[in-house]
């Protein structure tokens, strides 16, 4: 069994909007905050694709994680992730292996089988196309080829891309993805900060089914986790609020810019709405220091995962630097 000091730590960044602010400002704090996570030595640093959602940033995702590695130096910098159903394979291929050229060695490919986003504006992505479970894993294979080196009689060639193979993972909230990253010998993150129900088992089976591969000899999972971090439980509380908001707005279907913290939210709530969030953020660690510290030795335990992904959407940018602080500190006592 791990201890925290064997856990690498990254973050997820949903490049939140906040009430009030522009799309310019989440740009900025999401660099000044990946700038702030390679200073406190945090293993990678993603963003993720959504589309059609006023609270959030990162539909091009690509771009903006070339502007991050541009504005970093170590950190490895990646998407959590590029949502196949709206791509053409080549197409990632050529902009990640750009990506690639210009940044060595740093940039990550995760993958999801989600569109991220809603039907409409899944359309509007890729017209009419219609997808099939087939789909997902034959397109993981065209871009493990795309990536890799040229094969004789290869009519199809990724330029940038070819050779440089960018380190794809599976990403993916159910026992579907797990199989197959276990099948590809591919690296696995679940996606347990935001659908946790599945977490235990879908690792499971990952870690029984892993064929080990070209890219790696054994499994690798990473598990994503909602953190609020304060110098007191009470405040981390009152901060975590803003995503309890976030939440509630995706169950009830009210998307929204993130929103400022409001004193003692959920016991404003119905007791089912307190319950939906609770189910959603099931992974989360609330707290100051001492809970944190006990939220992420609790989920060592019960995941023996290689690395925390975090999630960390609080409203004041200075604060959220603070609380990454903190979950930097509580990994490593």
Known sequence: MKTLKDI????????????????????????????????LGFTRYWVAEHHNMPGIASSATAVLVGHIAGGTTRIRVGS????????APLVVAEAFGTLAELYPDRIDLGLGRAPGTDSVTMRALRRDRVETE??????????QQLLGPVQ????????????????IWILGSSLFSARLAAERGLPYAFASHFAPRQLLQA????????????????????????????PTDEEAEFLASS??????????????RLQPPVAHFMDKLRPEERAAIGDFLAAGVVGGPERVREGFARLAQLTDADEFIVVC?????????????????????
Do not use: C, W
């Open 313 to 333: 959407d609080v409203f004041d940018p200075e604060l959220r630097l603070r609380s990454l602080e903190i979950a930097a500190s509580a990994m490593e006592k």
């Open 203 to 230: 690792i499971a089976l990952y870690r029984s089914k892993f064929q080990p591969s070209a890219v790696l000899d054994k499994p690798y999972v990473m598990i994503g986790v909602p953190v609020m971090a304060a």
């Open 80 to 87: 959590g992730g590029i949502m196949l159903p709206n791509h």
């Open 8 to 39: 690498k730590l990254s973050m997820l960044d949903l490049v939140a909007i906040r009430e009030g602010r522009s799309v310019a400002d989440a740009l900025a704090v999401a660099l000044s905050t990946a700038r702030h996570a390679e200073a």
């Open 134 to 143: 087939d789909d997902f894993p034959r397109e993981v294979s065209e871009l």
């Open 152 to 167: 004789h009689g290869q009519r199809v060639v990724a330029v940038p891309g070819a050779g440089t193979n960018v380190p």
């Open 243 to 256: 995503n309890y908001q976030r939440v509630l707005g995706i169950l009830n279907r009210n998307r929204r």
